[in-house]
């Protein structure tokens, strides 16, 4: 019996563990661990950010679905791989440390044959002063990155509410707390969400929206944008980007650099290398990603963190990592099985692989401080890439090494995104977009890098529709209920 | 002479930024959540999106 054990349980180690316990049957066993109780639709958290859903509409207990789904559940969270074993024992394993099911800071080592790193990111509150610290959010600030904060977020956003029915002006700031930050998608989710709430509340003329980002132009999104064609022309997103914060009134400040959070302060520097300090009455800055932190350790005992991980904590595997300058960047650099190159029984999907390099142009201060977006691999890029390493690893137990590995590269794969800009069932909006591929690819699709007959977008009701049964799909495929298989990634 | 206010325009002249870009006109936001015409787009998008998906694995 092999023994594969899936670090993470998001969107793509869930996704990982459920196929992989699926396909191997009772003849192996899946183990997840992930320091968590519960898993969360991180996508709707925005509706929960505004008071529109609460936290049990985007959560569910995983227990009862790992039990169901033949998975051995272990609700702690990874410290250490040791892939060679240790002094006296050849079996490679993860040591963890329990967070939950009554053994609250017990460690434990848990042996494997394979390992899939799928642990997320660490939200990098630390990496800006006042944002928060390596425990977390801070006050000055909301975040919706999880159930919980978005529920905080909400209750702050009512007080806001309150002040401005009282005749109170607010200033809203919405957007990344870095300069290295991904998932402005979410980010901007949930300033148009709050925009459309305030709208509802009758209290938008007494508030100041303004958004925030690193990115170089409005629409990048971590993707260097996407050019789609409408009505006969092929634009950028910029154009529509633009075209949605003059539409709503949502003034924005791009190139920035959020380096320090005060009490109702954020002080920036912009690409220009100009700084400045924006106030805000409520302020909702994502925090950079990096990797949790896990360590390596040889046989011997010794630190062989650096061999698996890249110094931002993720994991290195099958990319093209030689540094290169922007024009040298190509489709293949990005990686396609998702393997570690150190130890062949080791792999890394979703946010948890390092990227081989960003997918928007980068761009420095003349202070050089870099000031870009830091590739998205959230979403489907997560699912596909979970299952395709859980068909890789299912291949390698079942019919032994030497089996074609599974590939999914983010150069060949498209996403599709929904974004909301407002719920309701008549009267809500969301931008419906797809691009394929993730990231371009200007050898195949001079131009633009992308196919332009699969890479469109559009506002309206029907993206929120979109958006809307995707979260009652997902959380149906998620908790493995009847047909779950069909329901693609 | 009597002011004619389109209220879709006004945001125009909010700031420089703004003025230079597009916004949709008030035949535009309404197409947007036309319910019947947004059924169609809803069918057309999930279409295209399946196709983008199934492309994708």
Redesign the interface.
């Known amino acids: 019996m092999a023994r594969l054990v899936v670090l993470g349980g998001g969107v793509s180690g869930h996704t990982a563990a459920t196929f992989a316990a699926k396909w191997l049957g009772s003849a192996h066993e899946v183990v997840v661990v992930t320091p968590n109780s519960q898993w969360n639709w991180i996508p709707s958290n925005i509706w929960v950010g505004v008071g529109d859903m609460s936290k049990q509409d985007v959560v569910f207990d995983l227990a009862p679905v790992y039990r169901k789904g033949n998975i051995t559940y272990k609700q702690a969270k990874a410290i250490s791989l040791n892939p060679e074993g240790k002094e006296g024992a050849d079996t490679p394993f993860v040591t963890i440390e329990y967070t939950g099911q009554g053994k609250e800071g017990q460690t434990e080592e848990v042996t494997y044959d394979y390992v899939i790193n799928a642990t997320g990111p660490k939200l990098n509150f630390a990496a800006t002063p006042g944002l928060g610290d390596a425990n977390g959010l801070g006050e000055y600030t909301v975040s919706v990155c999880t159930a919980d904060h978005a529920v905080h977020a909400s209750h702050e956003l009512d007080r806001c509410i309150e002040k401005m029915q009282k005749g109170e002006r607010q200033k809203f700031l919405i957007g990344t707390g870095h300069g290295m930050c991904t998932c402005q998608g979410a980010a901007f989710e949930y300033a148009f969400n709050i925009e459309s709430k305030l709208r509802k509340a009758g209290v938008r003329d007494m508030a100041d929206i303004k958004w925030i980002s690193n990115e170089a132009f409005l629409g990048d999104f971590g993707m260097g944008g996407l050019h789609m064609k409408v009505n006969g022309y092929v634009v950028s997103s910029k154009l529509f980007a633009e075209s949605l914060y003059a539409e709503r009134n949502v003034d924005w400040i791009i190139g920035a650099h959020v380096n320090k959070v005060e009490k109702g302060k954020a002080h920036y520097e912009l690409l220009d290398g100009t700084t400045g300090v924006e106030e805000f009455d409520f302020a909702m800055l994502i925090p950079p990603f990096a990797g949790v932190g896990l360590k390596a350790y040889g046989k011997d005992g010794s630190d062989i963190t650096d061999q698996l991980f890249a110094p931002n904590g993720l994991m290195k595997v099958d990319a093209d990592y030689t540094p290169k300058p922007y024009s040298e960047w190509k489709a293949s650099d990005w990686p396609r099985t998702y393997q570690s190159p150190a130890y062949k029984n080791i792999f890394a999907v979703g946010i948890a692989f390092n990227p081989p390099h960003l997918i928007s142009k980068p761009a420095k201060s003349p202070n050089g401080t870099p000031i870009n977006p830091t590739p998205p691999r959230t979403g489907m890029p997560a699912g596909i890439t979970g299952k395709a390493v859980a068909h890789s690893v299912c291949d390698l137990i079942t019919k032994g090494e030497g089996v074609q590995l599974h590939e999914a590269s983010m150069a060949e794969m498209g996403a599709a995104c929904v974004a909301s800009a407002g719920r309701g069932l008549l009267t809500g909006t969301a931008a419906a977009m797809t691009v394929y591929p993730v990231v371009p690819d200007f050898d195949r699709f001079p131009g633009t890098g992308r196919d332009t007959d699969y890479t469109f977008g559009e506002i309206g009701l029907a993206g929120h529709w979109i958006k809307q049964v995707l979260h009652y799909l997902f959380i149906y495929k998620a908790k493995l209920k009847t047909g779950w298989t069909l329901i693609p990634e | 002479m009597e002011k004619k206010v389109i209220p879709?325009e006004l945001?125009?002249q909010?700031?420089d930024?703004?003025n230079l870009?597009?916004?949709?006109s008030r035949y535009a936001?309404f197409?947007?959540?036309?319910?019947i015409w947004?059924?169609i787009?809803?069918v057309v998008?999930?279409i295209?999106?399946?196709?983008?998906?199934?492309?994708?694995?």
């Open positions: 879709e945001n125009f909010n700031n930024k703004m870009t597009m916004i949709p936001r197409m947007r959540t036309c319910v947004q059924f787009r809803f998008l999930n295209k999106m399946l196709i983008v998906v199934r492309k994708s694995h």
